[in-house]
């Protein structure tokens, strides 16, 4: 199980593997089991944006444990957390702002031991 971090400009938190891109991270999620999810809205300009995987996500339900939306794009992230809402998938935990420094610290303790890899 591995935790997938979405941004093109952030540098990617410690236990988490980066997507770079709404493909990249549309790719991770068909081929791995991901736990926790942070998406980013703007991924570059004339680029498909977080709102694009958030569909993506919700055609072939392909779902994380948790999904936290970190985008400083306040239009953005109202417009993904609302399609995350609105499809209602099953045992996904939704959160509209960044993860909490709980979450970065679990993610970071699994890494360094091994586990999730």
Known sequence: MINVYLDDVRPCPKG?????SAEECLLLLAEYEVNVLSLDFELGIGLP??????????AAATYPASVYVHSSSMMGRAQMV????????????IHDGPMPADVLEAAARADASGWGN
Not at 16 to 20: D, S
């Open 16 to 20: 988490f593997v980066a997507a770079r």
């Open 49 to 58: 944006n977080g709102l694009a995987v958030v569909h993506g996500m919700i």
């Open 82 to 93: 609302h399609a995350l809402r609105q499809a209602q998938p099953p045992g996904v935990d």
